[in-house]
């Protein structure tokens, strides 16, 4: 068998037991088992087990990322540009829970460098979030030429853009980790959950509608 295909079984067979058990409890033996093979061999190709730890997250990092990559329309409007990248999330983390679990549970609990490899994945996605808010803001107001920096002066009050985009990011993350423990929930569903609560907010949002803590006391006197 040519190594990169025993190299793929080993990982696929790793992510699988990271995933069901954890790091520390996951076994060298029980990846080679699942495998096939000879523990040595495991090691020969893989090195040590924080190493394959490590190299599974990356793995499992780049193809999230590919994936939502991949599943946005370009050129579409921006709430259709969202709903796709996030059915395109969705699917894959219900696709590949084990790979879910190792970013989502495992990589964060163990600290550095395993942590530091899911913020890449994490940085990723906030980054395209956070242009996608940007091109919102400019459909919006009809202005091409406006930054993404600058939209939280000009166009989004005093909301920070980055911060819009951390938030959807984190409860996009904590919804695939609820729908995945949730039997009968689909990607698209929860795709929509999460735009209804997000979208109709940043639709809200653009059209100069805030939230303040002097509104919320107003409302309470009524």
């Known amino acids: 068998m040519p190594r990169a295909e025993r190299e793929r079984q080993m990982m696929d067979a790793a992510v699988r037991t990271f995933g069901q058990r954890g790091y520390r409890a996951a076994s060298m033996d029980e990846i080679a088992e699942l495998v096939g093979v000879s523990k ?14 490590a190299a599974c997250i990356r793995r499992e990092s780049e193809a999230l990322v590919a994936a ?18 996030l059915v395109a999330f969705f699917a894959h983390t219900a696709e590949n829970p084990h790979g879910w679990a190792v970013l989502h549970r495992q990589a964060r609990m163990h600290g ?5 490899e899911v913020t890449k994945m994490r940085e990723a996605l906030v980054a ?18 406006l930054a993404d920096r600058d939209v939280a ?21 904590s919804l695939a980790a609820w729908a ?8 698209k569903e929860a ?11 940043l639709g809200n949002l653009m059209a100069g509608e805030r939230w303040t803590e002097q509104e919320k006391r107003e409302t309470a006197h009524r």
């Open 40 to 53: 040595p061999l495991v090691y020969l190709y893989l090195n040590s087990k924080e190493e394959l730890f």
């Open 68 to 85: 939502v990559t991949a599943g946005v329309e370009p050129g579409a409007p921006a709430d259709r540009q969202l709903w796709t990248g």
């Open 112 to 116: 550095e460098p395993f942590a530091a």
């Open 128 to 145: 395209y979030v956070t242009g996608l808010i940007g091109a919102t803001a400019r459909e919006a107001h009809g202005t091409p030429d």
């Open 153 to 173: 002066d000009r166009d989004v009050a005093d909301c920070d853009v980055a911060g819009l985009a951390q938030a959807l990011v984190g409860a996009a993350e």
């Open 180 to 187: 995945n423990e949730t039997p009968g929930v689909s990607a």
């Open 191 to 201: 795709a929509a959950t999460l735009m209804n609560f997000a979208w109709t907010g």
